[in-house]
């Protein structure tokens, strides 16, 4: 299994461009999440979805939006990038059921808005 | 809303020395308590998990944490670090189908 995915890794961005972060996983798993994480700030929830067609807001998700339409995926859309958006995203996914709770994270996306 | 917080941002210690990362939450309801670790440049990876029964959790590379539900406590403890434990700790809580993260603790093991 692959397990979560991630892409891009790294990706420049001017300000006002627009971009999705992809993020598929093969586990089956109904729980997706979207977290930034910047220094000394740990990780900050965007957006979280508890099965397809089901998303809800995190802490952070001014400045972004999400889709659901199937179990394996979940982009992350920025539609008018800021600087303050610069920072590095994970993509994670868990089920209950079949990961006992336990998360799993993507490798990160590097994120530079300039 | 569940919150967690960590002490002591920066970490500094030899090698062979004892860690111990405190981790308080704050949430009414079951409690799910993670450990996880970031190697400089690698994403998050799970050190240990607290689900239920034993509040003494073992973990992988030697580390362990102690779940105290009267001091809203889940510490991470390792008895003796090597170099390669040079990283970022986070400790997370599982509440409302969300994951809250702590600031982390910035780790640095001098050989």
């Known amino acids: 299994n692959a397990g979560v995915t991630q892409t891009p890794k790294f990706r420049i961005l001017k300000i006002g461009q627009s971009m999705t972060l992809q993020c598929t996983q093969d586990m089956n798993h109904n729980y997706m999440y979207w977290y930034r994480q910047d220094p000394g700030m740990g990780l900050k929830l965007i957006y979280y979805?508890?099965?397809?067609?089901?998303?809800d807001k995190g802490e952070v998700p001014n400045g972004y939006n999400v889709s659901r339409s199937t179990t394996e995926d979940f982009p992350l859309r920025l539609e008018l990038a800021a600087p303050s958006q610069t920072s590095v995203y994970f993509c994670a996914s868990s089920d209950p059921g079949s990961s006992g709770n336990t998360i799993y994270f993507g490798e990160g996306s590097w994120l530079t808005v300039v | 809303a569940q919150s967690v917080s960590q002490h002591n941002h920066h970490v500094i210690l030899s090698e062979a020395a004892s860690l111990e990362l405190g981790c308080n939450y704050s949430?009414?309801?079951?409690?799910?308590l993670f450990w996880y670790v970031q190697y400089p440049g690698q994403h998050l990876q799970l050190l240990l998990k607290?689900?239920?029964?034993?509040?003494l959790v073992k973990g992988i590379k030697g580390f362990e944490a102690e779940f105290i539900k009267s001091k809203f406590s889940f510490n991470l403890r390792k008895p003796s670090v090597q170099w390669s434990d040079t990283a970022e700790y986070f400790c997370?809580?599982?509440?409302?189908?969300?994951?809250?993260f702590g600031k982390g603790n910035q780790v640095v093991v001098i050989p």
């Open positions: 979805s508890v099965g397809a067609g089901i998303t």
């Open positions: 607290y689900f239920s029964g034993d509040p």
């Open positions: 997370a809580l599982l509440g409302n189908n969300r994951l809250a």
């Open positions: 949430y009414g309801g079951t409690v799910n």
